[in-house]
Each structure stands twice: as C-alpha cells, then as structure tokens.
C-alpha cells in the first residue's frame, strides 16, 4: 500500500459506519494520523481500534455535526492530538425524512438541513481557519449525485447536497490561492446501512439507475476520496466528482 499520506493528519466525519469508516480505514492504510469522529462512539472507537491495529494513529472524538460548537471542537481536538490538519472529509450524513414537497414536515427540512449541509458549513469555517494559518491543506465534502440532479420524494436531502456543491465550489475559488484544495465527491446508491430504511424492492429499482447493473461498493468511494486527499490531486480544486456506476450518465 502507498504511504503517501505519511505524516499527514486526516480528520472524517461520520467514520464509524459504511462509506466513512471506508475512508478512514482508507486514510490510515495510506499512512495518515486519523481522527474518527461520529455521534456512534461504539462504532467509532471499533474503527480506530482497526486503524491501530495496522500500525497507523488514529483516535475517536465523539461530535454532532450538526453543533457548530461541536463541530469546533473537533477541530480544535484533532489539532491538539496531532499537531496538524492536513486533509479533511465532511461526510457525515442522514437520509431523513422522506415525503414529497407538500408533505414534507418543517421538523423534517430543518433536520436534514441541519445534519447534511449546516453541518458541512460549520466543519469547513473551523477546518479553515486552522488549515489558513498553516497555508495547506485539503478538504473533500461528502455530496451526491442527488446534488446535481432531483428525485422525488428527497426535497431536503436534494437541497442539502446540491448546497453543498455550490459551498465547495465558492470556498474552493477563495482560497485556492492560499494552498488549499476543496472538492466534491457524489456517489451513486452505495450499498450501506443509509439504505436500510430502503424496501427489497426499492433497492432493485435502484439498482437499475445504475448502468454498472449494482449498487457502489463503500470502498469504491473511498479510494475516490483518497486520491483527491492526497498530492497525486494537486490541481484539482473546486470540482464536484461522480463515482455513481454510470447514474448521471443515464
Ligand atoms: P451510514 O449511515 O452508513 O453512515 C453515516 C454515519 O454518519 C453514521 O456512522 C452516523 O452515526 C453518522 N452521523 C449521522 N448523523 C450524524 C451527526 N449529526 N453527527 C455526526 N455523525 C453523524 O451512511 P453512508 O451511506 O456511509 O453515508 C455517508 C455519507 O455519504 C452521507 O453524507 C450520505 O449522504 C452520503 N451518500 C451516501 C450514499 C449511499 O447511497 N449510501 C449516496 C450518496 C451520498
């Protein structure tokens, strides 16, 4: 495996299940410092108990994402643990509530707001001034492709991943020139535990959007997020990335 992020300090949100345990899994096989962190502490210290396991760093910090306060002290832990903040992934994520516009509940949009998109707003703001003062850094937003494209009956979560898009692009433009890198990742339906809430029967119709013939594996994601993590991707900034087996295509 390459250590090519040797020495490096990884910060990920939502890493104690499905595609952001991959990543850091990913993160720590690749030779970086990782800070796990989720609302699910069991899981979350199982993750860093396998990353340790291979010989690489890693520690849980247990944040809300959707809590600006948390979201600051993650940052602020993840500095004071390693020393530094190199590349960070906001992946943390829900699928909430799922109804068609007029139905959707006012508690529903402002749940999935709150954890899908403020949530990215909040991490990146702290995860900035940090990686400003150090004059690099890299940081990859969790998005969709329901962040480019609609679906019925997933208002909140279309708006929260397109949102994120536009923020990685704007944040993108402003400090691109301060040796940071931001980009967007939006996969296709990955096989993970968000979909349980999905019937038998959606699934396959799901699996049909994809012209691959499958749903994504987590880890076909998280080699993605890898590359654009480390300085194989040192000119690519302000870009939203598909890894969705031919979805948008079709
Ligand atoms: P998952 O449910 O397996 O993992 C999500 C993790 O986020 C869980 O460990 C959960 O505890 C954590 N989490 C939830 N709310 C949180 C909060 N408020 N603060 C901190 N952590 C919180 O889901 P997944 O499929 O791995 O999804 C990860 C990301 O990928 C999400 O942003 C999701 O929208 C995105 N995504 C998933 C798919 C898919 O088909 N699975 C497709 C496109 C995008």
């Given at each position: 495996m390459d250590k090519d992020l040797q020495g490096k300090t990884a910060l990920i949100t939502g890493a104690a299940s499905?595609?952001?345990?991959?990543?850091a899994l990913l993160y720590g096989q690749h030779g970086a410092n990782v800070m796990v962190s989720d609302i699910d502490e069991v899981q979350g210290q199982q993750v860093v108990e396998q990353i340790t396991a291979t010989g690489a760093n890693a520690r849980f910090f247990k944040a809300d994402v959707s809590d600006s306060a948390q979201c600051r002290q993650l940052v602020q832990e993840t500095v004071s643990a390693?020393?530094?903040?190199?590349?960070?992934?906001?992946?943390?994520g829900i699928g909430g509530e799922m109804n068609l516009t007029a139905d959707y509940s006012l508690e529903g949009w402002h749940q999935i707001i709150n954890v899908n998109l403020n949530s990215v707003f909040f991490c990146l703001k702290y995860e900035l001034e940090v990686m400003l003062t150090q004059g690099?850094?890299?940081i990859v937003n969790m998005a969709s492709i329901l962040g480019q494209v609609g679906t019925p009956g997933s208002p909140g979560y279309v708006?929260?991943?397109h949102g994120i898009i536009g923020l990685t692009q704007t944040a993108a433009i402003e400090y691109a020139p301060k040796g940071i890198r931001i980009n967007a990742v939006g996969p296709g339906y990955i096989d993970t535990p968000l979909l349980s809430q999905l019937s038998t029967e959606v699934k396959e119709q799901l699996v049909s959007l994809h012209p691959i013939g499958r749903l994504g594996k987590a880890e076909e994601v998280a080699e993605l997020v890898i590359w654009l993590s480390s300085a194989k991707a040192s000119f690519v900034t302000g870009s939203y990335y598909p890894v969705d087996g031919g979805y948008l295509a079709k």
């Open positions: 499905g595609i952001g345990k991959a990543i390693f020393g530094s903040l190199d590349i960070a992934c906001n992946n943390a690099a850094g890299v708006t929260a991943k």
